[in-house]
């Protein structure tokens, strides 16, 4: 049972985002719930969620839930933005489960490409912690040519950010082409590479994020706005595949 512990139907239903306790209620009413093959009889009856049925259905990730996903242009990770959130592309309740699904280190409204989104506070620590040395790979697009130093630029360690009281890590950058450039990351300041483009005099028109770690964009063969669930075991094998 994923070492689950019996909790209060209405309780569990509502977090996992089906709706407020009293829908609970009615459900009941309806015989529209079972418990381990059961009809329940109370919003207050103490569950095992593995072993309810809604509709004849499992509950939904009832054990927490962790998507890879292909963040499209446009969309914004933060419910205080405005525009389109990426929980449009997700099933409707998920917006509503609690603990809440958060994206591990937010991408901005005109940055696209790879995203965890998970309810498993640990793991996004896991992910985000700098102890990690998680690195980030992101595939830019410029407004003006490279003048050609960059690469030691970011190699140094030595680039203060407007604002920021330490240096950024040392950072690989490969030229993809006069405009074009491929910039690995082990840190996630806010808007980093936009802010280090700036810092060198140029500004980033296009950027996708194609790695966390050794999991690549193109591996998981997502189109923008699509996803899959996965374990957060199965996530780290992914991302942690190529370090020591």
Sequence with gaps: MNNQKAERLDKLLSNLGYGARNDVRYWIKEGWITVDGKPATSPAQKVLADLVLLDG?????????????HKPLGTVCSRKEAGRLIYADFPERWIDRKP??????????????????????????????????????????????????????????????????????????????????????????????RRMFAAVGNHVSGLTRTHIGALSLDACSLAAGSYKVVTPEALLELILADSD
């Design 57 to 69: 259905k499992p509950l939904d990730h009832p054990n927490g839930l962790t998507v890879i996903y």
């Design 100 to 193: 809440p699904l958060s994206g591990v280190g937010r991408l901005d409204k005109e940055t696209s490409g790879l995203l965890i989104v998970t309810d498993d506070g640990q793991l996004n620590h896991q992910l985000t912690s700098p102890k990690k040395h998680i690195s980030k790979t992101y595939a830019v697009t410029l407004d003006r040519p490279l003048a050609g130093n960059e690469a030691e630029i970011f190699a140094e360690g030595k680039l203060l950010l407007e604002g920021d009281e330490k240096p950024c890590l040392p950072a690989e950058l490969t030229v993809q082409g006069e405009k074009e450039a491929v910039l690995v990351l082990h840190e996630g300041r806010y808007h980093q590479v």
